[in-house]
């Protein structure tokens, strides 16, 4: 993030839900990411789900109690297409998922990501996948244990990271792009209209380049 733009986020207030959603699912809400985590206060559910209720994004429910909500932000069509993708489709077999539609891994992840949360088992690699990772850096992740990447940014790159340099970089744009216009008191639900007609006006061939 550039310093001008990180000295803006410290004027604002941090526990704006709008400014939330820009920090971590800006490039969601740009269109160019498949989903991304919402990690947010309880009591701030409300206002999320105003703000989503009439764009074209699902969420989906991981984790709830008191004090902490944490949220699956995605686009369902982009999500499904991902997810029936021959070698996506075959690293989650190997996982265990008998059925690769993406309300059925959601679930069954919902289960599993709840007893890693409660001790019960070991971190769950799909996450990666969910949120759109490349499949040759999730399984990079999982055969070295973290370690031995080649570059570390939205997540941990094993291959090919020349395309991935620029993706991060697009991420971080629209990232910077939203916390301005939220500074300058438009609304998320407006930002989320705009990006909507935005790629409305791009050809869905192109579109398919920039997830």
Known sequence: MKPAVFDMVRKMDINNIELQLALQCAPVIAGIKISNLLIIKTE???????????????????????DQTVILLYNPEKMQEYLGQKRVAAFLQQLGYEDCSSGRVLSVFRMRYLNYRGNLQEFPHEMGVLLGYPVEDVTGFMKNEGRDFLYTGYWKVYKNLAEKIPLFRSYELVKEQQIQMIAEGIQMSEIIRWYGFIISQIPRSKLRGMT
């Not at 009439?54 to 709830?64: A, M, P, T």
């Open 44 to 66: 701030t559910l409300f206002l999320v789900l105003d703000i989503l209720k009439s764009s074209h994004f699902c969420y989906f429910l991981l984790k709830k109690d008191i």
